[in-house]
């Protein structure tokens, strides 16, 4: 398998198709997104968004943050986000949509912090969708770090939970796993769909820069009533290479897929560390 040249799969047009499938039911019902929506935006926090951002640095988890100052100054289209995914669950009255704020890493210079959208709901309390900002109290802004491009449509619901923190030259890359489920009760049936990704960010004075990606899993299950049930799993796997001084230089990953249990292909791919474009840059 070539790493870097790749037709469209199988699973990736049944994936495609399940979307489609989806944004057909969002119109149907006059739904208008299943799940919140992926910005990049940077937000501009009033003073007691900020100091209500410090206080959170000493509390792990804050489970119904609705009156939080950092919730009732998100966007909009946040806020909305969150009570059309959570009105697609279903009419139960409990079903009404609750922000909860979790402290992944306090920094120097921010707060990494993880924002849920989930429901008040006690039947479907294990359902949530997160989505990873960067509080910096020196510039009184968020930023959001988007986990893919955004689509109304798209029914995966995103965790995060911080990983490694890598000493690279001239900043610190700080990991965090991403997981993104298909599993959502806002639509049944299709293939069952679970993918993480390693993601590196870094933070300097224009702001947070992602600094490498990496999709470490995917296992996708198919069942066709004709062709019978069937399953997909890519694995890769991502080291790191130092310098003598135990900085990181290098990324190293090795893919290996598998259909129903055989080996279907293999890959591997080399990424070298670059200070001026604060990432990870492929190498040919």
Request: charged fraction near 20%.
């Amino acid at each position: 398998m070539n790493d870097k040249v790749m037709a469209i799969s199988p699973s990736a047009w049944r994936l495609a198709t399940s979307l489609a499938v989806a944004a057909l039911f969002a119109c149907g019902q006059g739904i208008e997104r299943l799940s919140l929506p992926q910005q990049s935006a940077v937000l501009r926090l009033p003073a007691e968004s900020v100091a209500a951002a410090l206080q959170l640095s000493t509390v792990q988890t804050l489970s119904a943050a609705d009156e939080h100052p950092l919730i009732t100054t998100l966007p909009a289209s946040m806020q909305n986000g969150c009570r059309a995914m959570i009105a697609a669950w279903g009419e139960n009255p409990a079903n009404t949509p609750q922000w909860g704020i979790r402290v992944l890493l306090r920094q120097p210079d921010g707060l990494w912090l993880a924002l849920r959208c989930q429901s008040a709901d006690p039947q479907v309390r294990q359902y949530y969708d997160e989505r990873l900002a960067f509080v910096r109290p020196t510039s009184s802004t968020m930023q959001f770090l988007p986990f893919d491009r955004d689509a109304a449509a798209d029914s995966r619901l995103f965790h995060v939970e911080l990983g490694e923190r890598l000493p690279v030259q001239g900043f610190e890359a700080i990991a965090f796993r991403v997981t993104a489920d298909s599993d959502n009760p806002c639509c049944g049936g299709g293939d069952v769909v679970r993918e993480q990704w390693l993601r590196l960010y870094v933070v300097s004075e224009p702001g947070v820069d992602q600094a490498l990606s990496v999709l470490t899993l995917r296992d996708q299950q198919s069942h066709d009533d004709e062709q019978g049930d069937s399953r997909i799993v890519r694995v890769t796997q991502v080291d790191f290479e130092r310098n003598a001084a135990g900085a990181v230089v290098a990324a190293l990953t090795r893919s290996r897929e598998e259909v129903d249990g055989k080996l279907r292909g293999t890959g591997s791919a080399r990424y070298r560390w670059d200070s001026k474009a604060r990432r990870f840059v492929a190498v040919p």
